[in-house]
């Protein structure tokens, strides 16, 4: 009996042994090569990973730059780091322009001015997904481009740029989908007088704003303290969100055609400004 009980654990030791790594090289087999060093600018399509760590103290350009359309950055859960440059850089983390289809993923981002800056009005299709963002100065996600997502991203301790005095944690121009992301900690430069936005859109047609938390506001004297803010908007539909903040602003819409259902809003002076009031908003004190 003592036997049979050891082969059986030694078989499903080696069943164990057989899946793990399969599951682990499976997404290094997906991967079109390696970024081994920053800073550098991806040309070819694909997807290309990270297997270890990278920082760089570079205080302007980009470490990664995206130069091509259909690529696809994943850290593997690896991080790229740039806190050693501090409060007065003006480096993005990864960057590209008017490119298609761009997508960062499983990344650890932290001590950027832009985390990641996916930037210009005729790019479309990206998606920043999976990322913990850390520690970057000014904005730590921003999506340009129509048919765009921005989902279940972590935004920790944004702010504090000596070039900015404004602080967002994410940000998307055009129709953006930004959706169950955890927005915590955006502070404006002290001393500043700047602005802390939690989630913003800009130039929207038809967008959602979905299951996302923002918490932990902080703006420098009277500026605003916006949980979720749009402008410039045909129509948005926030729905399911949960913002608490100590500030001006809970959900801030462009017009009347923006939709707000099913949200908590808790601590701001105004609630709801200039949305439509669908029903399902539980409005805190």
């Known amino acids: 009996m003592h036997r049979l009980f050891a082969l059986a654990c030694l078989s499903a030791l080696a069943l164990l042994s057989a899946v793990c790594p399969a599951q682990a090289a499976e997404s290094y087999d997906n991967c079109t090569g390696f970024i081994t060093s920053i800073p550098t600018t991806i040309t070819t399509q694909g997807t290309w990973c990270l297997k270890q760590d990278l920082n760089t103290a570079i205080t302007s350009g980009n470490a990664i730059t995206i130069a091509t359309n259909n690529v696809t950055i994943d850290c593997n859960n690896f991080k790229l780091g740039g806190l050693a440059a501090g409060a007065g850089t003006a480096t993005f983390g990864i960057y ?45 996600v921003n999506v340009d ?29 055009f129709t953006v989908d930004i959706l169950d992301n955890t927005v915590a900690g955006v502070v404006a430069r002290s001393g500043g007088g700047g602005a802390a936005i939690g989630i913003y859109t800009n130039g929207s047609n038809g967008g959602n704003v979905v299951g996302n938390r923002v918490r932990g506001l ?6 605003f303290a916006v949980g979720i803010g749009n402008v410039n908007d045909a129509r948005v539909e926030m729905r399911d969100n949960n913002v608490i903040g100590v500030g001006q602003l809970g959900l801030e819409c462009g017009n009347a055609n923006d939709t707000a259902k099913d949200n908590v809003i808790n601590g701001f002076d105004v609630a709801l400004i200039t949305c439509a009031d669908v029903g399902g908003n539980a409005i805190l004190p």
Do not use: K, M, W
């Open 96 to 140: 590209s322009l008017n490119r298609a289809n761009a997508t960062v993923r499983h990344c650890s981002i932290r001590g950027f001015y832009y985390g990641v800056l996916l930037q210009g009005g005729s790019g479309s299709g990206h998606a920043v997904e999976d990322n913990r963002f850390d520690g970057n100065t000014f904005i730590a």
């Open 218 to 223: 902080l703006r420098d004297g009277t500026n």
């Open 145 to 173: 481009g129509d048919g765009s997502v921005i989902r279940r991203n972590r935004v920790f301790d944004t702010g504090g740029s000596t070039l900015q005095i404004d602080a967002y944690g994410i940000s998307g121009y």
